[in-house]
């Protein structure tokens, strides 16, 4: 019986933990595996990796932070490999531009700053997601603090005709990975 991280009860779920010990192992060959080798695991796709959910699973909680340590762990290595190739210059101009897309798109007044999904669908609720983007632009603009996990688990209220989730959520993680190169 594995014991990675805690269990939920039999009568609650979490994490598949088929999944969860599957996903660890490939992770754990990606970060040994040799500077240049190709590899499935990177910052990126640990932040966007989903698991089914069973009775008797994981604790969420637990592998989520788990999860958060791990991404930090690879965007490191990612940042140094990048580093040693190109410089320290091309990593954060690369970091710079982005940063500059992401002002770019929440420059557009606030209600139109994504797309709207239609008015019988659930998207985003338009104003959560303007307030959180303000405090961006005040983070990248004016150096406002902001944690890395203030990106990670901001949560917007659902809402029908609101933001297209699919965008907000390409922008917040192009808002953590610039957190992370910046580091």
Do not use: C
């Amino acid at each position: 019986m594995s014991t990675t991280f805690p269990r939920t009860r039999n009568s609650r779920k979490g994490y598949s933990i088929e999944q969860v010990e599957d996903f660890l192992e490939d992770a754990r060959r990606a970060y040994s595996a040799e500077p240049n080798a190709p590899t499935v695991v990177t910052s990126t796709s640990i932040r966007q990796t989903a698991f089914a959910m069973q009775k008797g699973g994981y604790s969420s909680v637990h592998v989520d932070a788990a999860l958060e340590r791990l991404e930090d762990a690879f965007a490191a290595r990612e940042r140094e490999r990048i580093i040693q190739e190109k410089g320290d210059e091309a990593w954060y101009s690369e970091a710079r531009a982005i940063a500059q897309e992401i002002l770019d798109r929440l420059a557009r007044p606030a209600g139109h700053r994504f797309d709207h999904v239609g008015a019988l669908s659930n998207g985003y609720h338009r104003k959560d997601v303007d307030a959180f983007a303000d405090r961006l632009v005040r983070y990248f603009q004016d150096g406002q603090p902001m944690s890395i996990e203030d990106a990670r688990t901001v949560a917007f209220r659902p809402a029908k005709g609101g933001y297209r989730e699919a965008q907000v959520d390409l922008l917040l993680d192009a808002v953590v990975n610039v957190m992370l190169a910046v580091r």
